[in-house]
Structure formats: structure tokens, C-alpha cells
């Protein structure tokens, strides 16, 4: 009995050294494994930044001052503050088109004309010309104006003699087509920029052609985002039966 209960404690004992080191293999596989998927993150290379694409269109805002109607405001202090609102289309990197549209504030040039509301649409071409840093530009323009001029004229103090076309105490309101001509300064900061620039209109009157109105106008300017990321498109083709990313 005593040489039988040794056999089976010895054999318990191999048995149970067998399943320690058993254990620890499976456990050393285990380890090996994880480590070749999960490796160290301080080790992997940096993710690529989602990297943004603009359009080629933009939109602007800003204020400006101008002397409207030159020739009939008289006045010492004569400069008129508005707003304006624009896009811009950039064709290339050497020209792009604008379209503007300016609001003139509310203005009596006494004792002439009263309650007079003036605004104008217009469209340039502009062309480009880069400083080294490409981020500042400088930009001659001219183009189109559609312009319109309300106001109540009084006929006193009237040196042009315009009673002779519109008699006195009425409401006068004209539309005139001009052309445009400046030029513009402008300085990005990614998608955000400023800009200033300097214009004149010139137009018909009564009695010929002349400067309409001068005006220094600045502002902030905002590039649109792409629809399309690194030629990746936002929207499937419904049609497509085939690709469904």
C-alpha cells in the first residue's frame, strides 16, 4: 500500500507540474500575441490633419464712405456712410469677378434735396497681383453699376438750374447705369481676410458725363468650403446601383 500511495502522489505531482507549465505557455503566447496587436502609441505615426478645401467663391461684408452725387453735394463734411454686401468669383490666379451691392444711409443736402436714398449693384473684373508672402494681394478693377438716386428736391439754392427738368418741391427719383473704376487691397488669414479699396463711379447727369460719387469701403472677406474633399463626393449618384460609398 505504501509504495502504490507513493506512485499515485508522485504521478498527481508530474500531473500537476505538467498543467503549471501548460499554463504559463499559453500565458507567454497570450502576451506575445497582444504585443504584436497593440503595439506602443508613442510609437505609431501621427494621424494626417483633415486637411480643408475651399471653392472658388467667397462672400464679403463691410461698410464704406462716399460722396454721393458729387456734383450736387455742396456740403463741408460731405462723406456718407453705408453697407455692403458682395461675392466673388475667382477664375484663376490672375482674375475674378465681384458682384457688390452698396446701401448709402439716409442724407439731406440742404436746402436743396431732402430724405435722399441712394443704392447701387455692381459687377468688376479684377486682376490679381501677389505679393511673395501669397497671402496679401493687390487688385485694379472696373466693371458695371446700376444705381438709383430718390429724393425730394426743393429748388432752393439751386446753382445747376435743375428746376428747368424737374420743377420744384417734388419727388425725384433716378436710375443710371455707370462704370466703375479702383483699386483694392487685400490680406488673408486661412479662410478669413480684409480688404480695402477705392472707387469711383462715373455716370451721365443732366448735363453730361461726370464723376457720380467717390468712395473708400473696407471689410471682411470669407472663403466657402468645397462640397468636395480630396475629390471625394458628398452625395451618391441615386442612380448608381452598383457603388453604395
Not at 499559453?26 to 483633415?50: E, N, V
Amino acid at each position: 500500500m505504501t509504495i502504490t500511495r507513493r506512485l499515485s502522489i508522485f504521478g498527481l505531482m508530474k500531473a500537476f507540474r505538467t498543467l503549471i507549465m501548460t499554463v504559463m505557455l499559453l500565458h507567454a503566447a497570450g502576451a506575445g500575441a497582444q504585443s504584436k496587436t497593440t503595439p506602443d502609441p508613442k510609437l505609431l505615426p501621427p494621424k494626417p490633419k483633415h486637411e480643408i478645401v475651399y471653392s472658388k467663391f467667397s462672400i464679403k461684408a463691410g461698410g464704406n464712405l462716399s460722396v454721393i452725387y458729387l456734383a450736387r453735394n455742396t456740403q463741408d463734411h460731405n462723406n456718407e456712410p453705408g453697407f455692403s454686401l458682395g461675392a466673388v468669383y475667382a477664375a484663376n490666379g490672375f482674375l475674378r469677378v465681384s458682384c457688390l451691392y452698396t446701401r448709402f444711409r439716409t442724407l439731406d443736402i440742404a436746402p436743396t434735396w431732402q430724405n435722399i436714398k441712394a443704392s447701387t449693384y455692381e459687377a468688376n473684373l479684377e486682376a490679381l497681383a501677389r505679393f511673395p508672402n501669397k497671402k496679401t494681394l493687390l487688385y485694379p478693377f472696373a466693371g458695371f453699376s446700376y444705381n438709383t438716386y430718390k429724393g425730394f428736391f426743393t429748388g432752393q439754392d439751386d446753382y445747376l438750374n435743375l428746376k428747368e427738368y424737374y420743377g420744384s418741391n417734388t419727388i425725384v427719383s433716378n436710375h443710371w447705369i455707370g462704370m466703375n473704376f479702383g483699386l483694392g487691397l487685400e490680406h488673408s488669414f486661412g479662410a478669413f481676410g480684409f480688404y480695402i479699396d477705392y472707387r469711383m463711379r462715373v455716370g451721365r447727369q443732366e448735363r453730361g458725363i461726370n464723376i457720380m460719387d467717390v468712395c473708400y469701403s473696407g471689410g471682411i472677406k470669407y472663403k466657402l468650403p468645397s462640397l468636395n474633399l480630396k475629390g471625394k463626393k458628398l452625395f451618391r449618384n441615386p442612380n448608381d446601383r452598383f457603388h453604395w460609398f
